[in-house]
Every structure is written in structure tokens, then in C-alpha cells.
């Protein structure tokens, strides 16, 4: 039984994906799925290939009288007068498929090419809803290669609707967060083929897989430590891996020269627009390293990631029971995930704006449902935990589920949510 | 092989289908939904607005206000016709509706629908807004 629902798990997964996105925009629970974030990873695409100019002027004068509207984050960089997107352009790259498909069929079918027609929005919105399948289909080769069964399904099902990852894949899947799950998630995959054997195929692979970690979030370059760490459990680890990155130097050259070369992109984008390679796209905002919101992002109402899926903190105690292939991934993953939440906490608005959850954290769900795996293991071998264990996941993922409804159907707060708004809209759906 | 067959006669069937299909009267795109009292309702466009009328229609009235001047001249809006420029209305004084009629272009199409787009050469505020449209009324 659990065999067939593993092996079934992404289809089903898609079929109720599929099902909430009707629902989402059939029901007009939301604006076309290019909105607010949305808007300027996708701008890039009808500025680049509808209107052939990449400094996003003729798209502005298009669909917006000559001057983005402030929720795009797209702003005019004071020294060139140029316009200078927040966002970069890795999800864009990753949708060129879809909006190749959604220009011919809005051609075929006579509606606008300016980007924004109905196949425009809803092929955005339906490649975040792919990407987040695929994300799952690696997890799910991922975790069978090195856990049972029912182990893999009871993670498939937590890490799925147990945290905020199925509204980023449905609900908000034109954003970033689907984008980087499954490119996180692949990059474990490929870490662990290339240690076993780095053949060309692999390498360039994950050359790729880290260009596009990098251009879909920039920060999201402190997991490509996963590599050099992978398998490291103590200094010796360290120092063996050390030895074999050095007698792989020309592969790791290469693929460093091959990311790099994927990257020049972006970074000729920000020199066209402000004059120099590397900028802070966002302007005035940034990170506040001084003062970070740590007891925020991982514990308050407003958005703690534990507070608003709480199976999460299983994967915590994973960490600590994690065994065999796994346990070679807990240093890295403690290294990435502390500085990872510590770059969340000390953004200038450590809540990412309107969320459900915290969706900083939506992005490493891959790389945590290994420790979710490695508890549920150890609680698999353990007969006394398993029925309580199951029934506390099963009422925090039905609670999970209850909620990305509640903020569905715009009942419950889209950020600064206070203790006395939760209490007094707990499991209400009207 | 037979999939293959299959799924190819499945792709022209769609494709066939999806060239003029009857809804497509109904979908527009850059409009915020209906608002106002019912003997003037209107919808918001954005910067660029599309909508699709009856290919029969020889005539359509378009009810146009700009609400927000502005700067350096007045709001226009330029309307085109399946990507072919019809006209170029400007409203002068921003509180008033003003209603333009235009003719539209008998040239042969096999589609059901032809494609207005209104082109604002400005927007306002955070949510975008270009002019109020009006029901459209055809002739």
C-alpha cells in the first residue's frame, strides 16, 4: 500500500495542486498569478522576447502608463535614471518554456502579446505549479534511495502539506519559493551523484543547478556549501573531502567557471542599469545584522516558521537521530540553515511582506525533509512512539492545511498577525 | 506509435478548438472588475486593457473617464483594433465621461471576435489604475 502511494504520491499531489489552483482562480480568491512578487521575477520575460529591450522600458510604458507600480520593487536607480528590478531573472529563465507555449497559444488564439494575456498569467502561474511537482519527484528518488516506504510517504505528506510548501506551489506559485525548492532539492541529488562518481553530465548539471539557485535568490548561494561539506562528519571528513575537491580541481574549475559564466547575465544587467556589476537591488532596503528577528522568524505569531508548521521542529530532532547517509548531511545543513536563518531574521522586513508561514524558509523544505525522513525513522524503529508521533503530524498537518485555507479564502491576516486576531480567528472559515 | 497518433490528433483537436473558442468573447485582461452604481458601472484598465467585441459590430461607444490628470497634457488612450491603431481619444478634463463613438473596420476575419486594446499613457498609484471604462455599447 504504501509503495503504490509512493509511487503514485507526485500524481495525487498534482491532482489536488491542480484542484486548489481552480479553485484559487475560479473562485477569485486571488489577482492573476502575476501579482506583487510575481510581477518582477516574470517581467523579464515579455520585456526580453515581445518587446526586444532589456532595460524593461517598452513593458513599463505598456502595462503601466511609463512607471511601475511601487508593489513590483521595480525602481528607477537614482544615478542612471534606469529601471533596476529587485528581483533577479533565474525564475524567468526557468519559465521561458511555459511562456514560449502561452505567446504561440495567445497568438493562435488572437489575445493580447503583451505578456499579461489569460495563457500569459496562468502558464506562470501553472510552471510554479510544475516546478513544485518536480521538486517533489526528486525529493521522493531522493529519499527512497535511503528510507523505506512508509518513512518516505509520511515525509512526502508532512513536508508537502505540513508547511507552507503546497500554497507556494499553488496559491502564490508564480514567486520564487516552488522555483527554489526544487532547485535545492536537486542540488542535494546532485551533490550525492557527484560525490559518488563526478562524471561531465553531473558536473555540468549541477553548475547549472547552482547559476540558477543563485539567479533565481542571491542569498540562496550559502547552499551551495552543501557541496564541499557533503558527508562531512567530523574534521577528518573534513580535511579526506579537501583532498578529493583538490584532486578534482580541474572538474571543480570548470565548474565554477561554467556557474560563473551562467551568472554574467544578471550582472550585466545590474551594470547596464546602475553602472556596476554588483549592486543591492533592492535599494534602501537590506539586511540589519545587528538587531535580527530570530525569535520572529522562528517562533512569533506573525510569521515563526515552528508557530505556523509546527512538523518542522521533527525535523530539528532529526538532526540529532539522523543516521547512515543523512548524518553526513547535518553539519552542512545546521552551517546552512543558521546563517540561512539568520540572513531571514535581519532583512529590514523579516516577515517577507504578505506570507502564509514564513516563506524564507519555504526554499530549504527539501533539504529539511531529510531530517523529517531521518525522525520518522528512528521513530519507526521505536513501535511505542509510532501512534502517538502519527497523530500529533496528523493533526499539525490538517491544522496547517486548515489554515493555508483560512489565509485562502482572506480570513486570516497576510502579515503582522496578532495572538488576539489568531485566537479570535482560529478555524474559522468565515 | 498508436499514443503517439493519439496524442498528436488530441494536440490539433485543441488546436483547432483553441483558434476561436466561444468564451473568448468574455475574457479580457489589464480590467479590474465592475464597479459603481448600476446606471454607471465601470472598471478600472490598467496601463494596457484588452477586451473582445461581436465580429457583426459596425460601430462601438466607448464611455472613457480619467479620474487622475495628468502631468504635461491630457490623458489619452489609444485604441486599437485586432493590433491595428484606430484611434487616439484624449479626455481633457478628468471628471467627465466622455463617450466616443468609433467605426469599426469591416475587414474579413474568420474569428468570432475581434480584439480592442486600449492603450493609457498613464497609470496612478500602487494599483495601477489607467481610465474608468464604461459599458461598452455596439452597433
Redesign the interface.
Known sequence: MSRTLVRHFVALAGIAALAGYTAVYGLHLADPPVRSDGFSYYVYLPSWFLYGDPTLNAVA???????F???TAITRWPATGRWVNAHPIGVAVQMIPFFAAATA?SW?????R?G???YH?HFAGLSGLAYFLAGLVVLRWLLRKHFGDEVVLATLVTITWGTNLFHYGVYDSAYSHAFSFFLITTLVALTECWWTDPAWRVSLALSVVAALMVLTRHPNAIFLMLVPLYGVTSWDALRRNIDRLWERRATVGGMIAMTALCVTPQLAIYKQATGRWFVSSYGTMGFTFGSPHLAGVLFSVQKGIFFWSPVLALAVAGLFVARGWARGLVTATVLIMALDTYLIASWSDWQFGGSYSHRGFTDSLGLLAIFLASFFAWVAERPRLVQPVATIVGAAVLLSVAQMIQYWLGILPIANTTWGQYNELFLRFR | MRRLLVVAILLVAA?IY????PW?GG?T??LRGWEGPPEMRFRWT???A?LFVPRDATTMTLPLKAVFPASGGPVSVAISV?DRWLATVELPDPSAWVRHTLPLPRRATS?R?R?I?L?????I????L?VQLGEIALH
Open positions: 510604458d505598456d502595462c503601466c502608463g511609463g512607471t507600480p511601487e508593489y497559444l493562435w488564439s488572437n489575445l493580447a503583451d499579461f494575456s489569460f498569467e | 488546436a483553441l483558434r476561436d473558442p473568448i475574457m485582461s489589464g490598467s496601463g494596457h484588452s485586432d474569428r471576435f480584439r486594446d492603450r493609457v499613457n498613464r497609470t498609484g500602487p494599483f495601477n489607467g
